[in-house]
């Protein structure tokens, strides 16, 4: 190859390349720079074409429409610089797509060809310069920031499931918002019961919006004071779909699919209504969202398989947790010494035929007729209807478990942290779970789990726990046996679970969905 190509002036960011056309020769000029309105602009062949550019932590995302002439061609079609996954190909004489980035977080060098995007024919290559991760990043931190509007009325009162959720999101999105705006929407009981009002003083803009109804203000309520408030993306955490929303991004958190699932234990006296509501609402949701988040990839089957038309519209972010909720004594003194030989086993989470609790105190029966009977099983959590009241205190009494079998009402953080490090086993064989918020909190205390082979929780403890047939009340009570008994099997399962929580963190969640709102804003601002 013959001659050098000529450069041309780079604005910002990414450095001067060139275009190597399929006969060998060089074309006069190319180049990729960026102004400030995050628009690149590279030049082929003389022509200029301009690209809209991002960076992702997978890589760089390009879109270039090719109305001038590359390599002698004339190509009205889209070339697309787009992430590993998507395919390419040469069709018609006109690029239809490019192939895969070069580049990511994990410190993939580029190498000295920089970024390639296959043009003109399937033998032309341009090349846009080193691409050097210092540009790339440049690049990436020149995105418009965006206006974020969270329905945070979520993390009010006592926190389980979903408002610990919201609150930890909440919290972690302030933490790391790389300038971004946010807006929290509360209800009027947040003002003096959800500690996010006063930790977003200063830090994001706060709305309240009353209703008698939860409903009727997630529903019909949140959506137009998102759209009055002009924010780009709105993100409701707890599966409804805000309406008239107009322009707005809606985006909406799914953690499990139990009421399509596990119908039978949803029906039942006291949850009629919700039953109604949410099967009614969910289908919604997943229709008419522009997209959803899933926090597990369980979760992401059901929801994919039950509705078809969220596929390639749906992103799975496991939650965090976090360790600092919990008065935990501290790490080195949890996975340190001879393994404590506390009696008691511990379950957490609401009381609902959901978690499978029926065959856990069966199981807990047989354990200790038969193997330890100064063992205790303590179970806290609300009630759910009258699940507790109606069937499984009932069920204490006839196995004549009483003195053994503790029921404890709704536990704050610092009593809980207490309860996860003295416990022998946290024992969670739930049914059917989206994610499972005890398992990891019980890693993180050191403390071995035992739970079902059902749904999200081998997913969640991989090998740090013991998982068995939820159905099974032998295999439940054999799992106790095993902790119980096998000193050098407890010590196993305290170390792999304390090293497997790390990967639930707060700050990659948080990062996750902020990637998820950047590339929905883009592609909407490309379309």
Not at 219 to 232: I, M, T
């Amino acid at each position: 190859m013959d001659g050098s190509p000529s450069t041309g002036e780079t604005k910002t960011g990414i450095d001067t390349g060139h275009v190597w056309t399929g006969n060998g020769g060089f074309a006069p000029t190319g180049f990729l720079g960026t102004g400030a309105d995050g628009v690149a602009y590279h030049l082929a062949g003389g022509r200029a074409a301009v690209a809209h550019v991002y960076v992702d932590w997978d890589g760089i995302i390009c879109r270039i429409p090719f109305g001038d002439r590359v390599d002698g061609k004339y190509n009205s079609s889209f070339g697309i610089l787009c992430d590993r996954r998507a395919g390419g190909g040469y069709i018609g004489g006109h690029v239809r797509q490019a192939i895969w980035c070069v580049w990511n977080h994990d410190g993939i060098d580029p190498g000295p060809s920089g970024l390639e995007l296959l043009v003109g024919s399937p033998f032309s290559l341009a090349t846009i310069g080193p691409a050097t991760r210092q540009g790339l990043r440049r690049l990436r931190e020149q995105r418009n920031p965006m206006r974020i509007g969270i329905d945070a009325a979520w993390a009010c009162g006592k926190r389980t499931g979903t408002g610990i959720y919201t609150y930890d999101l909440v919290r972690s999105l302030l933490d790391s918002s790389a300038g971004h705006e946010f807006v929290l929407y509360f209800r009027d009981c947040c003002v003096k019961d959800n500690p996010l009002y006063a930790q977003a003083e200063g830090r994001a803009q706060r709305r309240i919006i009353s209703s008698r109804s939860t409903l009727w203000r997630i529903l019909f309520q949140v959506g137009p004071a998102a759209r009055k408030d002009q924010v780009d993306v709105l993100l409701s955490p707890g599966y409804f779909l805000p309406a008239f929303a107009g322009p707005v991004l809606r985006v909406v958190t799914f953690f499990d699919l139990n009421i399509f699932k596990l119908e039978r234990e949803w029906i039942r006296p006291k949850r009629i209504k919700d039953f109604i509501c949410l099967r009614l609402l969910l289908p919604l949701a997943a229709r008419k969202a522009d997209h959803l988040v899933v926090i597990s990839e369980s979760t992401q089957r059901e929801l994919e398989s039950i509705f078809p038309c969220t596929c390639g519209r749906n992103t799975r972010i496991y939650p965090g947790v976090s360790r600092e909720r919990f008065q935990f004594a501290e790490a080195g003194a949890t996975m340190s010494g001879a393994a404590p030989r506390s009696l008691y086993f511990l379950y957490v989470g609401v009381m609902s035929p959901t978690k499978n609790l029926a065959r856990l105190i069966q199981a807990f029966g047989q354990f200790t007729r038969t193997v330890a009977p100064g063992f205790r099983l303590l179970m806290a959590g609300r009630e759910c209807g009258s699940y507790r009241a109606k069937v499984l205190i009932p069920l204490v009494r006839r196995l004549r478990l009483e003195p053994q079998i503790e029921f404890v009402d709704f536990v704050e953080d610092d009593e809980l942290g207490r309860l996860y490090q003295g416990a022998r086993a946290v024992v969670y064989p739930s049914l059917g779970e989206g994610f499972g918020y005890p398992l990891v909190e019980s890693m993180l205390a050191g403390t071995p789990v035992i739970t079902s082979t059902a749904t999200s929780c081998p997913e969640v403890v991989g090998n740090a726990g013991l998982c068995v047939d939820p159905l099974s009340v032998e295999a439940l009570a054999h799992a106790m046996t095993q902790v119980a008994l096998d000193d050098r099997l407890y010590a196993q399962l305290r170390e792999a679970g304390y090293q497997r929580a790390k990967l639930f963190s707060l700050k990659t969640m948080a990062a996750q969905y902020l990637k998820l709102f950047d590339q929905l804003d883009l592609k909407r601002k490309s379309t």
